[in-house]
């Protein structure tokens, strides 16, 4: 599996596919890959690590970039103790979106929707790995291709690409900590 760099092209920032995706960060490495869930996300709590496992619905994500970068924040804030919530799922969502009302996150994340983007986050590729063979083993989640709807932001941007936007909610949260 290639190690992917966060330079990609305008074409496919949108599009994130069945094949899982590794990239590496200073925090380790983190592993994306759209699904669909086969289970109530709910009942998926059994079967993963919630410190390094997450299931984040594609409506809360503007690109690949601003979800790589807010995985990245949310495993430092773990890192230093930083953290606002206690599982990486949740402090994932803290970081995509920029707001820490842990209920509203929380019932975002629990909506009844088919496309969601899996989130792992471990130390090394293998251990990636077998985070999602785990998961693809146990038939809680199905591989599918999912595309990131565009997000309405009131404020213009000069290059078109509201994930730039996106990511700057994201680290208001980080400077407030």
């Known amino acids: 599996m ?13 599009t994130l596919t069945a094949t899982p995706k590794l990239f590496r960060s200073k ?5 994306a890959m ?5 289970r109530p996300i709910e009942e998926l709590h059994d079967f993963i690590d919630r410190s390094k496992v997450g299931f984040i619905p594609v409506s809360m ?18 890192k230093e103790g930083k953290n606002i ?6 402090e ?3 970081c995509l979106t920029g707001s820490r009302e842990i209920s509203r996150i929380r019932s975002q994340i629990i909506q009844k929707l088919d496309d969601y983007v899996l989130v792992i986050i471990d130390s090394s590729p293998l251990a990636c790995k077998d985070h999602l063979l785990s998961l693809l083993y146990s038939a809680a989640i199905s591989p599918k ?7 309405f932001i009131d404020l213009p941007t000069c290059s078109g690409l509201e994930d730039t936007l996106s990511m700057e909610n994201g680290a208001m949260v980080e400077l407030d900590r």
């Open 145 to 151: 291709n999912v595309e990131f709807p565009p997000r």
């Open 61 to 78: 994500i503007s690109s690949i970039r601003h979800l790589i970068m807010a995985a990245h924040r949310a495993c430092r804030a773990f």
């Open 27 to 31: 925090c380790g490495y983190i592993m």
């Open 92 to 94: 994932l969502a803290i």
């Open 2 to 14: 290639a190690h992917r760099s966060l330079n990609s092209s305008v074409e496919d920032i949108r």
């Open 34 to 38: 759209g699904v669909s869930l086969n």
């Open 85 to 90: 919530a206690d599982a990486f799922v949740y």
